[in-house]
């Protein structure tokens, strides 16, 4: 059994406004890595700030929650989530 867990976040860049979307195992670890400029994509957007975060039983799953996300591609959709703190999403 895996007992692992994984974390779907959310930053917002506090330079340009962007959202960045990710997901770790180890949410300080790699909130740590992305301010410190550790993160190619996220360099040159810092500094960062966690708008969101919803933990998930395993990082196979927060990943696919992640991958979903990323998908969408909408701001709003982004933005509904950091407001109301929840991913609902179908099938």
């Not at 300080?28 to 957007?45: A, F, I, M, P, Q």
């Amino acid at each position: 059994m895996n007992n692992m867990n994984g974390f779907v976040y959310i930053l917002e860049s506090q330079k340009n406004k962007t959202y960045y979307i990710g997901s770790t195992n180890n949410l300080e670890r790699r909130l740590d890595e992305h301010n410190s400029g550790k993160v190619k994509y996220t360099k040159n957007l810092r500094p960062l700030e966690l708008k969101f975060f919803k933990k998930y039983d395993s990082l196979t799953e927060a990943r696919k929650v992640e991958y979903k996300l990323k998908k969408l591609k909408r701001r709003d959709i982004i933005e509904k989530i950091i407001k109301e703190q929840k991913i609902i999403m179908g099938p």
